[in-house]
């Protein structure tokens, strides 16, 4: 055995310090060496965390490594904030939801010094990264409803194929009407109506809110259950229920002045009877609470609810619809974004000096609106979309309604996880 200690000069091979500090301790038995490093000055991190993306429910670590002079302290950060209680080299996240979400970072320090480590960005749920960037009215396409569904009443939903819009009726009832998406021409009036329609975006499939086997219904200013626990299929083509049906994992109390926004893989209900919003998550029917919300300024439908789009990204829900809005000395209707749960809400599209939307929603490939007696359909938005589209959802071509002039595109579509949608 031999036994030998060695000081290194100043510039050591590992660039670690500035002055002699590095000693290595050397036991040598036969082909076997123990190796021992001691350091000083301030810290400095040799292994930074990495950025990571993972689905909601999984447990995430960042894993970082220090050396320096003893002792070492450690502070986690997330987007510049100190988390409580984080104070280890490694950090873990359990059950990781989109509030996770964001950048985060370490901070090493000792007695000489600290260091902060790269920044790595958490982002939870990629492939349902969903969002509108743009809206606009070029190219769009007028119908009246009014011959197939009576007047405006409230609610709408798109598939691949058609769009469900629901009136008063002509004397007969209410009435639901489809009306094929291309041209929103030739409409037909279904054998039976829908007070709570409703979609998946991602699969372009159309719901009716439910309380057990039977869709809400709304007569005579009463609704037919004070709480929904169910989607129920509707065939995108007929418009006739599947009896197919998801199941939610809670009863979700309703009344009037309901929100209902379809989304990617996901439907949120903003609930009248108690002013929180309720994000479900397709197809489990996984219901989240995420609280209370406060009254949301919108512009009610003659029907029970109003109706728009459901977003995420950045982390964070939001919810697309109309509202009375007085912005830069105009005053009319606007297509908003509202921000769940602390109701930050911005203009998308307007305000314009008309008094309509209280009903409107899109497709992937289509924007379509409730305004007044009129159903609208307009070229695609621009939009982040973050997963592969299934062969249905790609835009198809528009066809040059009562005009020989082709409609433009200006669709983009991104089919890839975005970090920070802005």
């Given at each position: 055995?031999?036994?030998?200690?060695?000081?290194?000069?100043?510039?050591?091979?590992?660039?670690?310090?500035?002055?002699?500090?590095?000693?290595?301790l050397?036991?040598a038995?036969?082909?076997?060496?123990?190796?021992?490093?001691?350091t000083?000055?301030?810290?400095i991190?040799?292994?930074?965390?990495?950025?990571?993306?993972?689905?909601?429910?999984?447990?995430?670590?960042f894993?970082?490594?220090?050396t320096?002079?003893?002792?070492?302290?450690?502070?986690?950060?997330?987007n510049?904030?100190?988390?409580?209680?984080?104070?280890?080299?490694?950090?873990?996240?359990?059950?990781?939801?989109?509030?996770?979400?964001?950048?985060?970072?370490?901070?090493?320090?000792?007695?000489?010094?600290?260091?902060?480590?790269?920044?790595?960005?958490?982002?939870?749920?990629?492939?349902?990264?969903?969002?509108?960037?743009?809206?606009?009215?070029?190219?769009?396409?007028a119908?009246?409803?009014?011959?197939?569904?009576?007047?405006?009443r409230?609610?709408?939903?798109?598939?691949?194929?058609?769009?469900?819009?629901?009136?008063?009726?002509?004397?007969?009832?209410?009435t639901?009407?489809r009306?094929?998406?291309?041209?929103?021409?030739?409409?037909?009036?279904?054998?039976?109506?829908?007070?709570?329609?409703?979609?998946?975006?991602?699969?372009?499939?159309?719901?009716s809110?439910g309380?057990?086997?039977?869709?809400?219904?709304?007569?005579?200013?009463?609704?037919?259950?004070?709480?929904?626990?169910?989607?129920?299929?509707?065939d995108?083509?007929?418009?006739?229920?599947?009896?197919?049906?998801?199941n939610?994992?809670?009863?979700?109390?309703?009344?009037?002045?309901?929100?209902?926004?379809?989304?990617?893989?996901?439907?949120?209900?903003?609930?009248?009877?108690?002013?929180?919003?309720?994000?479900?998550?397709?197809?489990?029917?996984?219901?989240?609470?995420l609280?209370?919300?406060?009254?949301?300024?919108?512009?009610?439908?003659?029907?029970?609810?109003?109706?728009?789009?459901?977003?995420?990204f950045?982390?964070?829900?939001?919810?697309?619809?109309?509202?009375?809005?007085?912005?830069?000395?105009?005053?009319?209707t606007?297509?908003?974004?509202?921000?769940?749960?602390?109701?930050?809400?911005?203009?998308?599209?307007?305000?314009?000096?008309?008094?309509?939307w209280?009903?409107?929603?899109?497709?992937?490939?289509?924007?379509?609106?409730?305004?007044?007696?009129?159903?609208?359909k307009a070229?695609?938005?621009?939009?982040?979309?973050?997963?592969p589209?299934?062969?249905s959802?790609p835009?198809?071509?528009?066809?040059?309604?009562k005009?020989?002039?082709?409609?433009?595109?200006?669709?983009?579509?991104?089919?890839?996880p975005?970090?920070?949608?802005?």
């Amino acid at each position: 055995m031999k036994l030998f200690s060695e000081w290194l000069p100043a510039n050591s091979p590992n660039g670690v310090c500035a002055s002699p500090v590095l000693r290595v301790l050397a036991i040598a038995l036969g082909m076997t060496a123990l190796v021992v490093q001691a350091t000083d000055g301030p810290p400095i991190i040799v292994l930074e965390p990495q950025s990571q993306s993972a689905l909601s429910g999984a447990t995430v670590s960042f894993e970082t490594d220090a050396t320096g002079a003893p002792f070492l302290s450690y502070q986690w950060q997330h987007n510049g904030t100190n988390l409580t209680a984080r104070t280890n080299a490694i950090l873990t996240l359990t059950n990781v939801q989109p509030r996770h979400w964001g950048n985060y970072a370490l901070i090493v320090t000792n007695s000489h010094g600290a260091v902060t480590s790269s920044v790595a960005t958490l982002i939870i749920d990629a492939d349902l990264v969903f969002r509108i960037l743009g809206l606009q009215t070029n190219s769009f396409v007028a119908v009246e409803h009014n011959r197939i569904t009576g007047d405006d009443r409230g609610g709408i939903a798109v598939s691949a194929d058609n769009v469900f819009v629901t009136g008063d009726g002509q004397g007969g009832g209410v009435t639901t009407g489809r009306f094929p998406i291309d041209n929103l021409g030739a409409g037909t009036a279904l054998s039976q109506a829908f007070d709570a329609l409703t979609g998946n975006l991602r699969t372009d499939t159309v719901y009716s809110l439910g309380n057990g086997a039977n869709p809400i219904q709304y007569a005579n200013s009463s609704l037919s259950a004070n709480s929904v626990n169910s989607l129920l299929e509707i065939d995108g083509i007929t418009g006739q229920l599947t009896g197919g049906r998801i199941n939610f994992s809670t009863n979700i109390p309703i009344s009037t002045s309901t929100g209902v926004f379809a989304g990617y893989d996901r439907v949120i209900i903003y609930s009248g009877a108690n002013s929180r919003a309720y994000d479900i998550r397709l197809p489990s029917g996984t219901v989240t609470d995420l609280g209370s919300i406060g009254f949301i300024s919108r512009q009610s439908s003659e029907s029970w609810a109003f109706w728009g789009v459901a977003e995420y990204f950045a982390g964070s829900l939001y919810i697309v619809h109309a509202q009375n809005l007085f912005l830069d000395g105009v005053s009319g209707t606007a297509i908003v974004r509202t921000r769940l749960p602390d109701r930050s809400t911005t203009p998308i599209l307007g305000p314009i000096p008309f008094q309509g939307w209280p009903t409107w929603l899109r497709s992937p490939s289509r924007f379509h609106a409730v305004a007044g007696s009129f159903t609208m359909k307009a070229p695609p938005f621009s939009g982040h979309r973050a997963a592969p589209m299934k062969p249905s959802v790609p835009p198809k071509p528009h066809l040059p309604l009562k005009s020989d002039i082709q409609p433009s595109y200006w669709s983009r579509w991104i089919k890839s996880p975005i970090p920070a949608a802005t």
